[in-house]
């Protein structure tokens, strides 16, 4: 990813707040048949590594955990974002020198692939995601809610994904290399907007 410094965030808890918040990241491998990606939902366990594992699964028939990587595999997870008008630039007014641009924050982790079919992993993978995204409701969603051989059934159409991050990369693109009454300008059009991600990137503008 190119990251220009005035946009590279390097705070790993900002980065692991981001992957958390994203919920839903596109996992992509490189294989000899070309580059492959399949949207999943996973969760991270940052005290385990260096720079923390990430764990998901896949369709036991997506035809990615069969192919072998090509060096490494990279999650991508996408935080907030928002398209931002030259017509919010106090510079608009004072040269017209200003073009269109979009903020936003992403982090990409990088690490080697390991998937596994081991029954009780799977369903330890699965009881996490599931209790992790049912939490917010009244009356949470467990998976001993279903029958036990449902359940195992189901494990039974799945592969684990676990993730070691070895490296991992952000960005936060907020407006940073415009001055002062730019940024102030952006963050003010953003708040004013219908768009709930437009208001949410609107605070995350230093002004």
Do not use: C
């Amino acid at each position: 990813m190119y990251v220009p410094p005035a946009f590279k965030e390097q705070d790993f808890a900002a980065l692991h707040e981001t992957m958390r918040q994203a919920r839903l990241a596109n996992f992509v491998t490189a294989t000899a048949g070309g580059l492959m990606s399949t949207p999943l939902p996973l969760f991270l366990e940052a005290g385990e590594g260096e720079h923390g594992v990430l764990y998901g699964h896949l369709a036991r028939v997506n035809p990615q955990w069969t192919l072998p990587p090509v060096g490494e595999a990279m999650a991508l997870f996408m935080g907030p974002d928002a398209y931002v008008t030259p017509s919010w630039y106090a510079t608009k007014r004072e040269t017209g020198k200003v073009v269109p641009t979009w903020n936003y924050v992403a982090v990409h982790a990088y690490g080697e692939a390991e998937f596994f079919d081991d029954p009780d992993r799977l369903l330890d993978v699965v009881r996490r995601l599931t209790a992790l995204h049912e939490a917010p409701r009244a009356e949470p969603w467990s998976v001993e809610d279903a029958p036990e051989a449902f359940v195992k059934a189901q494990l039974r159409g799945i592969v684990g994904l676990r993730l070691p991050i070895t490296r991992i990369e952000g960005k936060r693109k907020m407006s940073q290399n415009r001055n002062e009454a730019d940024r102030g300008g952006v963050a003010n059009g953003l708040a004013a907007s219908e768009r709930e991600s437009d208001r949410l990137v609107s605070g995350l503008i230093p002004t």
